[in-house]
């Protein structure tokens, strides 16, 4: 027997008890994921009774997140435009999605993908929504 196949059959060997470790977590997890789905589902069934009863305000709607994602690329190069551009959008006071791809040439991506670049941009506070114009149009400024 080689050095190869003793090694093979030692790794074999310390590994058989790890698989039957994992069958029963597989297993407990099963289990355990069950039993939350009932409890979940029972939960649901009590809040339901209580809010018709009357006895307890109905649960909040949790709200929809209406911005769409956007690549981390794409993202990163309209971040990297912006600061390139700095002096340029400084200058004339503010700008707005339609400003950056008419007046000052961003036209690798489309009005859509810069309208979530721009909102993604204004809650990671590096762009600052300074006002809102006729129309509802956005003019932000660089922080």
Same mark, same amino acid.
């Given at each position: 027997? @080689?050095?190869l196949?003793e090694?093979d059959?030692?790794l074999?060997?310390?590994?058989?008890?790890?698989?039957g470790?994992?069958?029963?977590?597989?297993?407990?997890?099963?289990?355990?994921?069950?039993?939350?789905?009932?409890?979940?589902?029972?939960?649901?069934?009590?809040v339901?009774?209580l809010?018709?009863?009357?006895?307890?305000?109905?649960?909040?709607? @949790?709200q929809?997140?209406?911005?769409?994602?956007?690549?981390?690329? @794409?993202?990163?190069?309209?971040?990297t435009?912006?600061e390139?551009?700095?002096?340029?959008?400084?200058?004339n006071?503010?700008?707005?999605?339609?400003d950056?791809?008419?007046?000052?040439?961003?036209r690798f991506v489309?009005?859509a993908?810069?309208t979530?670049?721009?909102n993604?941009?204004?809650?990671?506070?590096?762009v600052?929504?300074?006002r809102?114009?006729?129309?509802?149009?956005?003019m932000y400024?660089?922080?």
């Amino acid at each position: 027997m @080689t050095i190869l196949e003793e090694l093979d059959s030692e790794l074999s060997e310390l590994a058989e008890p790890l698989k039957g470790k994992l069958a029963r977590l597989d297993s407990e997890i099963e289990t355990a994921e069950s039993l939350l789905s009932g409890l979940k589902s029972r939960r649901t069934k009590i809040v339901k009774t209580l809010t018709d009863l009357g006895v307890m305000p109905p649960p909040a709607k @949790t709200q929809r997140n209406k911005s769409n994602p956007i690549a981390d690329e @794409t993202y990163e190069r309209i971040k990297t435009w912006l600061e390139e551009h700095r002096k340029e959008l400084s200058n004339n006071g503010g700008f707005g999605v339609v400003d950056l791809m008419n007046e000052h040439g961003l036209r690798f991506v489309s009005r859509a993908t810069l309208t979530n670049a721009l909102n993604r941009l204004h809650e990671d506070r590096i762009v600052r929504l300074d006002r809102v114009g006729q129309g509802g149009k956005k003019m932000y400024v660089l922080v």
